[in-house]
């Protein structure tokens, strides 16, 4: 079996075994065809949702859901969710996952990023509430910016470290600003909505290349090429690396529960610094790539780690894959045993 129709499976088990279940209910998910979005679509729809997948296809891509188009309960809709868009049949639940997420295409598409976190979450606020369907938001640990070290592990309650003009603003700033809208809708229209922070989600179906490849599939991706491995700085700095099953599960528990107004970190809580990644992604490659350093981007957080105890204790999730498992089964993938 591929690596990801089983971590499909795990999930759905897991989530079944929970009692969790999305059967029959019709689920709108904004940026669908991309790397988190489309993992959504591919539970949901095992565990018997309809879906209705947007995504613009300026970063998410058919590839993740072609396999999924001739299936009668997903409906594929090619669209900018930045610009208004009606439907007359009923949603249950709108999950809004459009936006691009890589720190390279911040200097390159800002404003799509501003639009997707602002305009975007605007429109799909708006179908929510004229369906008064369940709201769910895929917001992110770069609410946080770079916390100060007292806030290590990060807890939901820190109000974050962010620059307004910095080289990250387009994308901190516009998801602090959807996480407002959120709260606006909830507080002026009662709306049931939930925010998830993710913390680094990776595995199977990231892109790499330029501009989208964040650390996990470039190190991958130049290790397997046999080229230098690219650290910024020294390598020092820190991230929660969160293989997909793990994020997915987490997010689906968020939307399946009696959870208004909550507001959830969901990531790893083992910290790992990126020097430390590279060495794990060379090892596990077997490659002889060299490790080559360059100058650290500004802004870039010093160490990002989440508080998960509310995580824990609300939703009964945990992190259970380890980086060496998460990092082998996304190289699995790379390497075309899919
Ligand atoms: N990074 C790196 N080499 C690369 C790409 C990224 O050292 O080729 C570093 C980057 O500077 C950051 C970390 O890896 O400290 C995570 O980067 P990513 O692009 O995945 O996103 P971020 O967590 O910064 O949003």
Redesign the pocket.
Known sequence: MNVINEGVREIVSSLKEEGISFSDLHILITGGAGFIGSWTCDVLIEMGARVTCIDSLVSGQMSNIEHLLNNENLNFIEHDISKPIYFKEKFDIVMHMASR????EFDKFPIQILKANTMGIWVALGIAKEHNARFLYTSTS?VYGDPDESFIPTPETYNGNVNPIGP?SCYDESKRAGEAFVKAYELQHGLDTRIVRIF?SYGPRMRTGDIY????P??ID?ALKGEPI????D?S?T?SFTYITDQIEGILRLTSMDAKGEVVNIGNDKETS?LE??ELVKRLTGSQSKITF?P??KD??KR?CPDISKAKRLLKWKPKVSLEEGIKKTIKWFTGAR
């Open positions: 997420a890589s720190p390279f770069e990250r680094n490849g964040r650390v996990v470039r190190f130049q690219t650290v910024f700085g390598g700095q991230r990126i990644l590279a360059y650290l981007p870039d957080p990002r």
